[in-house]
C-alpha cells in the first residue's frame, strides 16, 4: 500500500495504481494547510511498524491495518507550528534513527534502541531526506548532507530549487519521492530539476529503476510512503 497526499495528480495515481493500492490521505484543522496532507507529517515508517501521530484521524490506522502493518501511537501531537509539525519528520532504516534528537517522539526513540542515532539539525528530515538503502542517500539539505558524509555514508546533495510545494518557495526532495522494492517513485519528471541527471546517475549506480509519476516538474508531497 502506498500512503500519499490527495493532491496528487490523477496521472501519477494511475501509475501508482498499477503498482500497488493507494490510501489518498488528507487532514483538517490538525497543522497549517501546506503540510495537512502530507503522510510524512503524520507518519513514521520503521521496517514492520507505523509510528504515528496520536491525533492522526482513525480510519487510516484502521487502512493500515488492514494490510498487516503494525501501527504504533507516539505521544505527541502534530500541530500547527515547528516543532510539533515535524516529531514524526524522522528517517529510520534497519541501522539508523536519523532526526533532530531534540524533537523526535519519544516513542519513536524508544522504538529505535539498539539503533545509531545519527542527530542533524534540520527537523523536517524526512521531507529533506530520501534514504534508497543503508548506505546511500539523496538529501536537499546542506546540513544533512555533511553530517551523513561524515558518517561513511554515500551521499549525494541536490539542490531544493525547482521543487514545488504551494505556499513555500521551494520543496524538499525526500517529499517528491519513495521506494518500492528497488524502484524510486518521483512525483515529477527528473528532466526539469537542474541536478536530474546526477540524481539518475546516482540512483542507477545504486542498481535501483526510477519511475517517473509524470512529465511535470518535482513537486513535493509529503514523500511516497510504501508500507
Do not use: W
Not at 507550528?81 to 519528520?89: G, H, L, S, V
Amino acid at each position: 500500500m502506498f500512503i500519499v497526499s490527495k493532491h496528487i495528480s490523477y496521472e501519477a495515481l494511475k501509475i501508482l495504481k498499477k503498482l500497488d493500492s493507494v490510501l489518498l490521505f488528507e487532514t483538517e484543522n490538525i497543522t497549517y494547510p501546506a503540510i495537512s496532507c502530507h503522510p510524512d507529517i503524520f507518519f513514521c515508517k520503521a521496517e514492520k511498524t507505523i509510528i504515528t501521530s496520536p491525533n492522526t484521524p482513525e480510519k487510516y490506522l484502521k487502512a493500515i491495518q488492514t494490510v498487516g502493518k503494525n501501527v504504533i501511537s507516539g505521544l505527541t501531537a502534530v500541530g500547527k507550528k515547528y516543532p510539533d509539525t515535524a516529531r514524526y519528520n524522522a528517517v529510520i532504516t534497519s541501522k539508523y534513527l536519523i532526526h533532530k534528537k531534540q524533537i523526535t517522539d519519544t516513542v519513536i526513540t524508544n522504538y529505535c534502541t539498539g539503533k545509531k542515532i545519527i542527530n542533524i539539525p534540520q527537523g523536517y528530515t524526512r521531507c529533506s531526506l530520501l534514504p534508497l538503502n543503508e548506505k546511500r542517500y539523496i538529501t536537499s539539505d546542506e546540513a544533512i548532507f555533511k553530517t551523513l558524509k561524515n558518517k561513511g555514508l554515500a551521499v549525494l546533495y541536490v539542490n531544493p530549487k525547482n521543487i514545488l510545494l504551494p505556499g513555500f518557495t521551494h520543496g524538499f526532495i525526500g517529499g517528491t519521492a519513495g521506494v518500492f522494492q528497488n524502484k524510486v517513485l518521483f512525483n515529477g519528471s527528473l528532466k526539469n530539476h537542474q541536478d536530474g541527471e546526477k540524481i539518475r546517475k546516482f540512483i542507477n549506480n545504486s542498481n535501483m529503476k526510477i519511475i517517473e509519476l509524470h512529465n511535470g516538474p518535482l513537486c513535493d508531497i509529503g514523500s511516497i510512503l510504501s508500507i
